[in-house]
């Protein structure tokens, strides 16, 4: 089945099985592969891309679902304000150690940031509980957090 | 010049103007319909520009295997071990720039080659990455490497301006005297003609003049973990590459039975199906595709001899074996004598589960397989013993099997064992053209190399004053070593079994450890983050907790009186304790609790701050952690590795635990196989501790303190003393 999908801004066609997941189209027929394969169950986060600006696990979304929305992956999330604040943060805080998981928390965390401007930490805890990183880099994915969204705060007032 | 690991741009949308079709023919073939460029020529770019090279170029000046200068200045240095996370490219970076007097912003980074003669590890003898050893076999070895390619830059010049090397320095890439500068770029053809000093002919910089060993530094591999650039195993692609979907036997040592090949096929994108010993394999264009097709094929298995193993019955042979002697790793004085005359005598039974690694990149390897060659690309932490093994199971010379390294996702241990690149080897024997196997999550649970269960009995006698007069400490359990490093296994002795129980940090008079070999059915074992200490000091930081309760004494005061001749485990603790603030009150079912060690070369204490509630749950809120690992390369990375150690350690306290039935592996995925995730994670004190002593390894300690912190936090909390991991809460629902 014909499927057109508009991923960072670019329309992108395929001939799939409308029930294939979004991960495997973008890793494994765009050759996108900055979007992780971790679980393949919505349980580690690892899969994550913003759909309309929303996180979804890629790994569950499938390719008949998605329609015209605004996919957007790690390769291209530092063209949103959100999403560069959160690299920088990441950056300056050296987050990742492995980094196979990064480009999911860094999804997710710029969804956050994006929607909630000043999140608690209660907030991250909400919106950063179904990203999983075996390395063990929670406490600076949350100094990371409230960096990014200070300074994209900051942005916002300026 | 570039600090990246890769120089290629980013993978975004692989056309730029025209809009990519990809698409299957009526013959349920991949065919590709586009603008420019095609998809083939954009993997094949990708592929060319791989982000960390693993075959040696040449370059006009190459001293050592671990340096080049190109004559436009470009520096590459080859990391003899593997990133993993730790934190290793740039430390093992910070070695040789040091002494090379280059900044870290010079640089670029490759992965090594496999070659033990030149890469080999020199505490493990091979080129393996592990043991949280790199630091400690590299120090010597890359700044020597560093110093004479500056000594032979140096001498270039002092050579071409006619004066003594003497009175020429070099800094930042740059060789100078008085006024006059020559770049190390545009000295490399004198130095390459230069006869190389030996390095041991070559004073190293004190440590004093250090310039970058011990400031923290912006980690090398950063900038491509924010943007989907960074390369793992499974990011591979090869031209024509296929992706074959994994069902191992259930049970170890079981086979398939039965399939529907043809169901399979009909799978649209399905190209093979293919059968080996122990699993199938559905090979094709796509993952999802695969993944399908496996389902299709309903593999019924012959289950084998091990069908009927359970945990229970594991755990009762361990505890049936270790009630004989076993064989004596440490034995001072006379504990039956000691113990016999003591004023009071305590037992105890210690169990640790199995445990999964659960790397957050499942286990996967592609591999191209010819006639006269076999390319491997992957993340291993075992590069030669990749190399060695595929060259046996092959017959090709070991130097037609090309290991092309990865970044890896996550090692623990997992990837120091081939058995991935193995299978995948296998399937590619039946393929034509280079194919990609990805494990599922559950495969890669359910068919990993396991922590082994240890089943420990102890007992202790006290004087009147409640202090040890007598120590021993049974272990029982599976030898990785016997199976992974037989030369380190000897008289029936496994040292890691046993590492951190046969030389625990206190003074006791008498003290006898032993080892009961116990080889499980149906599990194999394997090295896991924090190796042996991970299970011992578990083991003997809980104990030496009771002693301390049995005399009535305070745990930190009890650990200080039997520290008096260990002056570096002293001072982690005294500061740890200080940190955590040892001794404040705290509230109703709160705790302290408090561990040390050493291990890796370096000293940790840990104090955790526990609450346990009524119904049993457990809120762990602080750890805080107090290291000597010597001299610091990157201080940066201790805090990352503390912070990250002590979660994987806490994760397994809380929730490892791999256990069969029938054979099988219960857990599947993180659901049943529980990882911490943020809302868990206790904030995480780090306090480091000035040493000028050897550098010692970090990336295990952590992880091997940080239970029976917890644990003795609970006891502390609530008198309940947890001896099997992971802490089963219903243990400590209160009375009331």
Redesign the interface.
């Known amino acids: 089945m014909?499927f057109?999908i508009k991923?960072?801004?670019?329309?992108?066609?395929?001939?799939?099985?409308g029930?294939?997941?979004l991960l495997?189209v973008l890793?494994?027929?765009?050759?996108?592969?900055?979007?992780?394969?971790?679980?393949?169950?919505a349980?580690?986060g690892?899969c994550t891309v913003h759909i309309d600006g929303q996180p979804v696990r890629s790994c569950i979304t499938t390719i008949d679902s998605v329609d015209a929305s605004a996919i957007t992956?790690?390769?291209?999330v530092?063209r949103t304000p959100a999403g560069r604040a959160v690299?920088k943060a990441?950056?300056d805080l050296?987050?990742?150690?492995?980094?196979?998981?990064?480009?999911g928390q860094?999804m997710s965390a710029s969804a956050l940031i994006a929607d909630n401007p000043h999140p608690t930490d209660a907030d991250?805890?909400?919106a950063?509980?179904?990203?999983?990183?075996?390395?063990?880099?929670?406490?600076?994915?949350?100094e990371g957090i409230k960096q990014a969204a200070a300074a994209n705060t900051n942005r916002k007032a300026g | 010049m570039s600090q990246q690991l890769i120089d290629h741009p980013a993978p975004e949308s692989p056309s730029r103007r025209d809009v990519l079709k990809v698409g299957l023919g009526t013959g349920g073939a991949l065919f590709v319909v586009f603008g420019i460029p095609s998809i083939a020529k954009h993997f094949q770019q990708d592929a060319n520009a791989a982000s960390i090279v693993t075959e040696a170029k040449t370059a006009p000046f190459a001293p050592n295997a671990f340096i080049r200068i190109e004559r436009s200045g470009g520096i590459t240095l080859t990391m003899p071990m593997v990133e993993m996370g730790q934190g290793v490219y740039t430390s093992m970076a910070l070695l040789l720039a040091e002494e090379l007097e280059v900044g870290l912003d010079q640089v670029k980074l490759e992965h090594a080659p496999p070659n033990d003669a030149l890469y080999a590890n020199a505490i493990l003898h091979r080129q393996l990455t592990g043991m949280s050893s790199s630091i400690r076999a590299f120090w010597m070895p890359l700044r020597q490497a560093g110093a004479v390619a500056r000594t032979l830059l140096i001498a270039a010049a002092a050579k071409q301006w006619g004066i003594d090397p003497a009175v020429c320095s070099a800094k930042h890439g740059v060789v100078s005297a008085g006024s006059r500068q020559l770049s190390y770029g545009q000295l490399v053809d004198v130095a390459a003609a230069l006869p190389v000093p030996t390095p041991d002919s070559l004073a190293l910089k004190d440590p004093k003049d250090f310039t970058l060993i011990g400031t923290p530094a912006k980690r090398l591999d950063t900038p491509d973990k924010i943007n989907g650039r960074a390369e793992f195993g499974i990011d591979t692609k090869q031209p024509g590459m296929k992706v074959a979907a994994i069902a191992i036997s259930p049970v170890f040592g079981g086979k398939p039975k039965s399939l529907d090949a043809a169901a399979a096929r009909a799978v649209n994108s399905v190209r093979q199906v293919v059968r080996i010993d122990e699993a199938v394999a559905v090979v094709a264009d796509h993952m999802w595709a695969a993944k399908k097709g496996l389902e299709a094929a309903a593999i019924q298995w012959d289950d084998g001899p091990n069908a009927k193993v359970s945990a229970a019955d594991i755990v009762r042979q361990l505890e049936e074996a270790s009630k004989q002697p076993g064989v004596v790793a440490r034995n001072e004085g006379d504990t039956g004598k000691a113990l016999a005359s003591a004023a009071q005598r305590l037992e105890a039974v210690y169990q640790l589960p199995f445990l999964a690694h659960a790397t957050m990149e499942p286990m996967n390897c592609t591999v191209h397989l010819r006639e006269d060659a076999c390319d491997i690309w992957v993340g291993t932490q075992a590069p030669t013993l990749t190399q060695t093994v595929i060259a046996q199971l092959t017959g090709l010379p070991k130097d037609a099997v090309k290991i092309h390294n990865h970044l890896l996702g996550g090692g623990f241990g997992r990837r120091l064992d081939v058995d991935g690149t193995v299978l995948a080897v296998k399937i590619a024997q039946q393929m034509d053209g280079p194919v990609k196997v990805v494990w599922s999550r559950e495969e890669d649970i359910q068919h990993d190399m396991y922590r082994p269960y240890y089943y420990d009995r102890l007992s202790a006698g006290l004087d009147a004053e409640g202090m040890p007069v007598a120590w021993t400490h049974r272990t029982s359990g599976s030898s990785v070593m016997a199976r992974y490093d037989p030369p380190l296994f000897k008289n029936g002795l496994d040292p890691d079994a046993v590492s951190g129980a046969a030389e625990p940090p206190y003074a006791f008079p008498n003290i006898h450890v032993d080892y009961v070999r116990v080889e499980p059915p149906g599990i194999p074992t394997a090295l896991w983050r924090g190796v042996g200490p991970t299970h011992n000091v578990f083991v003997v930081e809980s104990f030496i907790d009771e002693l301390a309760h049995a005399a009535k004494h305070d745990p930190v005061a009890y650990r200080k009186t039997l520290l008096a001749h260990n002056p570096r485990a002293l001072a982690v603790l005294t500061l740890a304790a200080e940190k955590a603030g040892w001794g404040r009150p705290l509230a109703s079912r709160r705790g302290r609790g408090v561990s040390v060690q050493s291990a890796f070369g370096s000293y940790l204490a840990q104090v955790a701050e526990v609450e346990v509630a009524a119904d049993g749950s457990l809120k762990v809120h602080r750890i805080v952690c107090a290291v000597d690992c010597g001299m610091v390369v990157n201080p940066d990375t201790i805090e990352a590795q503390v912070q990250g150690g002590t979660f994987f350690g806490l994760t397994a306290a809380l929730y490892g635990a791999i256990t069969l039935k029938n054979g099988r592996v219960e857990q599947g995925n993180f659901d049943t196989y529980r990882p911490l995730r943020v809302d868990e994670a206790p904030v995480v004190e780090t306090h480091l501790v000035k040493s000028s002593e050897f550098p010692g390894g970090l990336g295990e300690a952590p992880t091997a303190a940080v239970s029976p912190a917890v644990t003795n936090a609970i006891f502390a909390a609530t008198a309940k003393r947890i001896r099997t991991l992971p802490i089963d809460t219903n243990l400590l629902k209160s009375a009331g």
């Open positions: 014909p057109t991923v960072n801004g670019m329309p992108h066609s395929v001939d799939v099985d029930d294939m997941p495997w890793r494994d027929l765009l050759g996108m592969t900055g979007t992780k394969f971790g679980c393949g169950m349980l580690c690892a992956t790690i390769e291209a530092g690299q990441w950056l050296e987050v990742p150690q492995c980094g196979y998981c990064q480009s860094i991250i805890d909400a950063m509980a179904g990203n999983v990183c075996r390395c063990g880099t929670y406490v600076r994915i949350r």
